[in-house]
């Protein structure tokens, strides 16, 4: 089984880049629909079933707004 995990983005910090959403190999993670406090539309991290914890999404933010978390009982 693959890894499970969580990405969380800090939604008024993230400046819309949209770099994560095109670096999530499962597409977990797509633009909101809702603007922040800097009236940006964040990344949303809206499918976080999939998620694989694989990192990429938190390797490829420039302004560091992601934070990847490995859920426990994931692995087999
Ligand atoms: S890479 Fe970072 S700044 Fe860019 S959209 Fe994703 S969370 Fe926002
Ligand atoms: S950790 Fe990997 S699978 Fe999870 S949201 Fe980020 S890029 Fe996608």
Aim: hydrophobic share 30%; net charge positive; with cysteine.
């Amino acid at each position: 089984m693959a890894k499970r995990g969580k990405a969380t983005i800090d939604r008024d910090r993230c400046k819309g880049c949209y770099l994560c959403v095109r670096a999530c190999p499962v597409k977990v993670l797509e633009p909101d629909t809702r603007v922040n406090s800097t009236g940006t539309y964040p990344s949303l991290s809206r499918y976080t079933d999939k998620c694989i914890a694989c990192g990429s999404c938190y390797l490829v933010c420039p302004d560091a707004c992601i934070e990847v978390f490995e859920l426990e009982g994931g692995e087999s």
